[in-house]
């Protein structure tokens, strides 16, 4: 079945610092989503990409999608003490599985004052 | 702003037993999920409900799992009969077009 990996698991920063996790799936997708979970949180949307090669940004936030929409990143310029809680991607192939998400491990961000 | 709400926040049950975690589903949306999550892992799709039926279920959600929506606005998960590993944070999501899931905040199972 499908499978979306997602690296680092952990990334440790110092406030200023940037942050990038990446994600990667085992087939090609209908669309990419990312979540934010707080700790003691539930998944909190983010942004969907759906495009080849699109970009999106929300601030400091940057999301990319791959030209073959197997692979996508996210990129946080200048952590804040707020940016810290664990980031997943999850990925939907669409077609008869519309609506069906296939989360990553995801990377949990802890960022030092 | 509308939320998906789930009952109860937290749930023990004794090995065997049936529980029902219930769910309300932003009303508007269309597309009804339930994931779970074993605690400190990724979150894992179990079943999506559309149009008053199961539209995909995963290799977990066997015989033991199942969904109703009773009455146009609830959206349970019953499992018959509890085991150790069905421990976890059960999430019921929802989504308009199947697109964006909006998360409830989760009900914890721990079953002893």
């Known amino acids: 079945g499908q499978q979306v990996m997602q690296i680092p698991q952990y990334q440790h920063v110092q406030e200023g610092e940037d942050f990038t996790t990446y994600c990667n799936s085992s087939?090609?997708?209908?669309?990419i989503q990312w979540y934010k979970q707080r700790p003691g949180g539930h998944p909190v949307f983010l942004i969907q990409?759906?495009?080849?090669?699109e970009v999106k940004k929300q601030k400091r936030l940057t999301f990319q999608f791959g030209e073959a929409k197997k692979n996508s990143s996210l990129h946080i310029t200048a952590t804040q003490t707020t940016d810290v809680g664990t980031y997943f991607c999850?990925?939907?192939?669409?077609?008869?599985?519309?609506?069906?998400?296939?989360f990553g491990q995801g990377t949990i961000l802890t960022v030092h004052p | 702003e509308p939320e998906v709400t789930q009952t109860p926040s937290h749930q023990v049950t004794q090995m065997g037993q049936e529980v029902i975690l219930r769910c309300v589903p932003i009303s508007n949306h269309l597309y009804f999920y339930w994931y779970r999550q074993i605690l400190g892992q990724k979150v894992e799709f179990l079943v999506s409900f559309y149009n008053n039926e199961i539209s995909e279920k995963s290799e977990i959600f066997d015989d033991q799992f199942s969904v109703e929506r009773p009455d146009g606005s609830n959206f349970t998960l019953k499992i018959r009969s509890t085991k150790l590993e069905d421990s976890a944070m059960y999430f019921c999501?929802?989504?308009?077009?199947?697109?964006?899931?909006?998360f409830g905040q989760g009900t914890r199972l721990t079953v002893v």
């Open positions: 087939t090609t997708l209908s669309n």
């Open positions: 999501a929802s989504s308009y077009r199947g697109e964006e899931a909006f």
């Open positions: 990409l759906v495009k080849s090669g």
């Open positions: 999850a990925g939907n192939a669409g077609g008869t599985s519309y609506g069906k998400l296939t």
